[in-house]
Nanobody, 116 residues
């Protein structure tokens, strides 16, 4: 089993920054890719960014140049640094772990609200 706990969400003004954290515990060796997804009200969940166990990253076009995904293997934590936030970034942000044998694990999410 793998457990994911997100933190760092909150209310921020447009143009501001937040850093989300995802604490990972359990069968960490089964994970080959970590990701951040988000779901805005009345919209489908969408991919924000991913990072593989080799450190390769991908980003949604809407966040390229503004968001950065990273990991601290010593702390078993994945981060999402979000800069130049826009109201359209408002969503619940979920941490995701892709594991061997096709297993996917989700955290419970953390709410990010971008508003003046």
């Amino acid at each position: 089993q793998v457990q994911l706990v997100e933190s760092g969400g909150g209310l921020v003004q447009p143009g501001g920054s937040l850093r989300l954290s995802c604490a990972i515990s359990g069968d960490i060796g089964s994970i080959y890719r970590m990701g951040w997804y988000r779901q805005a009200p009345e919209k489908q969940r969408e991919l924000v960014a991913t990072i593989t166990d080799g450190g390769r990253t991908t980003y949604a076009d809407s966040v390229k140049g503004r968001f950065t995904i990273s990991r601290d293997t010593a702390k078993n934590t994945v981060y999402l640094q979000m800069n130049s936030l826009k109201p359209e970034d408002t969503a619940v942000y979920y941490c995701n772990a892709d594991r061997v044998y096709g297993i996917t694990t989700w955290g419970k999410g953390t709410l990010v609200t971008v508003s003046s």
